[in-house]
């Protein structure tokens, strides 16, 4: 079912129409050809056409190995999915990078609350309580390993270790909405991060135990 | 039939950061009443896996917005980690010009009974239930006194109809535990159903171990050729184990029961 476009994919529209057609790995053609990047002088590409077929690609590595951060940078390559409208094209990006129309939709609308890495955890509760207890070197330390776009995500970082106190491990482009975290010249819809995941607060708590 | 093109629906999942089917069922479900056409806007949102409970309402644009957690129980999750993530207060949440209506967990509506029934019939064609153990299995945690409780119940309810010569539930964080089944358990057969929303980690690679019928942690299930090979011989019994319940394509059905149930509870 095909409804009025909604805010979120009116958005993508106007990207789109502006020529940025970059969204992590992925590089959108026409109207509408999902492919990964590395893959645009390819012709031997497996064919999708269904949205919830991202959902399927986007689940394993190009080692079969299960990807639970989804902007981490290494989708596989070797596919193209042929979407029929913009409805299709914003449901596959939610499950190639969930959430991030949305958010992104919500900080053009200056409604996204960013969160502190310190608020994120001083909340945690049970198994992750004791996450409270990493200093802010080792936060430092973490999330230079951890969020790196290099080999961790692709997201740009939002939230500050606290009010205070910057994350000064990574280069500032990691920080900057307008730069294309595969450090290519081309620009790209922006993955955002406007508060710590539960990847993080899981390695945080490894941190703190381990040291 | 329920026909909310206005509202948003939000299922939320546990997931995982180590096995890609726990989120399957969830999706499955959310694919299915999307197909429906029931709701405007049907997403869902995860303590593990993305999109998390911190995104998924920048995902949505109702400003009518049921969320019901895919959980068995009403317990740690449910009570404390949704609502504290979601940041809704209450059963129903105000935030700007949104209302967030904060639905029972699946794992509370009375079809469950009839839904774990069926699978223990199902795992275990012919044996006859007056000779047999159920086992009921559930996670468990010294977290919150509650986790348990559904489980117990859907114990009580199963025993009281008297069709199994025993019905056990066993956890694997509290007493009595999976691995108990060879002490309480009497007769020849075990039908064990885990009451769980998915063949994720732990029903499909910690309790097999726990029951005895794997050595160590298979691979996920998504990576194996068949399901299970019953029934197992274990302890001089026959042992059959189900897949989760959660699995079941009636959960969609019972996902939005619990929309109607808040509705009719708190008059929408």
């Known amino acids: 079912m095909t409804k009025t476009h909604s805010q979120i994919e009116t958005l993508l529209a106007a990207l789109l129409q502006r020529g940025v057609n970059r969204i992590g790995e992925i590089l959108i053609r026409g109207e509408f050809e999902l492919l990964h990047h590395a893959d645009a002088d390819r012709s031997d590409l497996q064919f999708f056409n269904n949205p919830e077929d991202a959902r399927e690609i986007a689940k394993y590595d190009e080692s079969g190995n299960f990807?639970?951060?989804?902007?981490?940078?290494?989708?596989?390559?070797?596919?193209?999915?042929?979407?029929?409208?913009?409805?299709?094209?914003?449901?596959?990006?939610?499950c190639f990078y969930p959430a991030m129309p949305g958010v992104l939709f919500a900080h053009e609308c200056s409604a996204l609350e960013v969160v502190d890495l310190r608020e994120t955890l001083n909340r945690q509760t049970g198994m992750y309580a004791v996450t409270k207890k990493i200093s802010n070197k080792q936060a430092n330390e973490l999330i230079a390993g951890f969020c790196r776009s290099d080999n961790g995500c692709l997201k740009t970082i939002l939230w500050r270790i606290d009010a205070n106190t910057p994350v000064t491990s990574l280069p500032p482009c990691k920080f900057?909405?307008?730069?294309?975290?595969?450090?290519?010249?081309?620009?790209?819809i922006p993955l955002l991060c406007h508060e710590a995941c539960n990847l993080l607060v899981a390695a945080a708590r490894n941190k703190v135990k381990s040291e | 039939?329920?026909?909310?093109?206005?509202?948003?629906?939000?299922?939320?999942?546990?997931?995982?950061?180590?096995?890609?089917?726990?989120?399957?069922?969830?999706?499955?479900?959310?694919?299915?009443?999307?197909?429906?056409?029931?709701f405007g806007e049907v997403v869902c949102a995860f303590w593990k896996e993305e999109p998390s409970l911190?995104?998924?309402?920048?995902?949505?644009?109702?400003d009518d917005v049921y969320v019901v957690p895919n959980f068995i129980s009403e317990g740690y999750f449910t009570q404390k980690v949704i609502p504290r993530e979601l940041d809704?207060?209450?059963?129903?949440?105000?935030?700007?010009?949104?209302?967030?209506?904060?639905?029972?967990?699946?794992?509370?509506?009375?079809?469950?009974?009839?839904?774990l029934l069926h699978r223990a019939a199902e795992v275990a064609p012919g044996i006859s239930p007056r000779e047999t153990s159920l086992l009921i299995i559930g996670h468990g945690t010294s977290l919150n006194e509650n986790s348990g409780a559904a489980v117990k119940e859907q114990v009580q309810r199963i025993a009281a109809r008297g069709d199994y010569a025993e019905v056990f539930g066993v956890f694997m964080e509290?007493?009595?535990?999976?691995?108990d089944w060879r002490k309480i358990a009497s007769q020849p057969h075990?039908?064990?159903?885990?009451?769980?929303?998915?063949?994720?980690?732990?029903?499909?690679?910690?309790?097999?171990?726990?029951?005895?019928?794997?050595?160590?942690?298979?691979?996920?299930?998504?990576?194996?050729?068949?399901?299970?090979?019953?029934?197992?011989?274990?302890?001089?019994?026959?042992?059959?184990?189900?897949?989760?319940?959660?699995?079941?394509?009636?959960?969609?059905?019972?996902?939005?029961?619990?929309?109607?149930?808040?509705?009719?509870?708190?008059?929408?």
């Open chain 2, 174 to 179: 509290e007493e009595p535990f999976v691995t």
């Open chain 2, 1 to 38: 039939m329920l026909s909310k093109p206005d509202s948003a629906l939000v299922i939320v999942g546990h997931g995982s950061t180590v096995n890609p089917d726990s989120a399957t069922p969830t999706f499955a479900h959310a694919d299915e009443i999307k197909r429906r056409g029931v």
């Open chain 1, 176 to 188: 900057d909405p307008a730069a294309n975290q595969l450090g290519q010249s081309v620009l790209a």
């Open chain 2, 190 to 268: 075990i039908v064990a159903v885990p009451f769980f929303v998915s063949d994720g980690l732990h029903s499909y690679q910690d309790i097999p171990v726990l029951l005895g019928i794997e050595a160590e942690p298979t691979q996920a299930a998504s990576k194996m050729d068949v399901f299970r090979r019953n029934p197992y011989r274990v302890a001089g019994r026959s042992l059959f184990y189900a897949s989760a319940i959660g699995t079941e394509p009636l959960f969609a059905d019972v996902i939005l029961d619990q929309v109607a149930a808040f509705d009719s509870e708190f008059a929408a």
């Open chain 1, 67 to 94: 990807r639970p951060l989804k902007t981490a940078p290494n989708l596989r390559c070797g596919w193209k999915l042929v979407l029929r409208d913009l409805h299709e094209l914003r449901e596959a990006l939610d």
């Open chain 2, 54 to 62: 911190r995104q998924v309402l920048y995902t949505v644009e109702s």
């Open chain 2, 88 to 115: 809704v207060t209450g059963k129903v949440t105000f935030r700007r010009t949104r209302k967030i209506k904060y639905c029972e967990p699946v794992g509370n509506h009375p079809r469950m009974t009839e839904l």
